[in-house]
């Protein structure tokens, strides 16, 4: 057996990574060390890409000028309430989620919205309530590190693909090493006050954010467990 087909003999310890991923909503403040940080950045670097371009960029936000980007983006998010004719001032680089939704996937979003504000006392209609959980988006869950995600604008639709891919290496790498995370698209209609203050260049687009740390167990939303669908109602075989 090689070097290489040793390491990956445990398909276990890769399912368990992947089943335990999910999206935490509580950080605890406790630091993660940059070596820990590069790591796993290392790691997910091994993602595929188209002729292996590997199109990503990857900003490491932490203390102060993670501070100031939380400061900014929570101001403009509170404006944005306030005057929802700014919509068209905070405008994502591309559409993420689809402009008009359709079943099965618009019944999912809702069971998943509603099942989220239910776990958190969120009734339907307090319109203060959703705009304060929603805002912990921009405060990346009170996690120790936030991560801003850019691709090049010359890119096409497969770079965010190939993207796809490293954001999961990322995700379960953190767990492997017992962090947590939580990838957020939430960011991307602020890409304008983003992308100047983390030192990103205008040939650059936001891809989508994430927070990174130790995840608050006690936290009652960290309970919150998405459903997934059967592998027959999504698989079709072919013979």
């Not at 997934?228 to 698989?235: A, D, I, L, M, S």
Request: proline fraction near 6%; aromatic fraction near 10%.
């Amino acid at each position: 057996m090689s070097q290489v087909s040793a390491k990956i003999n445990d398909p276990a310890s890769v399912d368990a990574a992947i089943e335990n991923r999910f999206s935490a909503r509580a950080f605890l403040p406790t630091p993660v060390p940059r070596q820990v940080l590069e790591s796993i950045l290392h790691v997910a670097s091994r993602a595929p890409s188209g002729t292996n371009a590997q199109p990503w960029k990857v900003y490491v936000l932490q203390g102060a000028k993670k501070d100031e980007l939380v400061q900014k983006v929570c101001a403009a998010h509170d404006e944005l309430r306030q005057h929802p004719e700014l919509e068209t001032k905070f405008r994502e680089d591309y559409d993420y989620y689809p402009r008009h939704w359709v079943e099965p996937y618009l019944g999912r979003r809702r069971q998943n919205g509603w099942s989220l504000y239910g776990l958190l006392g969120i009734g339907k209609g307090d319109k203060d309530a959703m705009h304060a959980q929603h805002q912990r988006n921009f405060r990346f869950f009170d996690a120790p590190v936030g991560l801003m995600f850019t691709l090049d604008r010359v890119m096409g639709q497969g770079s965010l693909v190939d993207y796809g891919m490293f954001l999961q290496n990322i995700m379960l790498a953190a767990r492997a090493r017992g962090l947590h995370t939580c990838p957020q698209a939430a960011w991307n209609n602020f890409g304008s006050i983003i992308l100047p203050l983390i030192g990103a260049s205008a040939e650059e687009m936001l891809v989508c954010g994430m927070s990174l740390g130790y995840a608050d167990e006690s936290a009652p939303v960290n309970s919150f467990f998405t459903p997934r669908e059967p592998v027959q109602t999504f698989t079709h075989w072919v013979e």
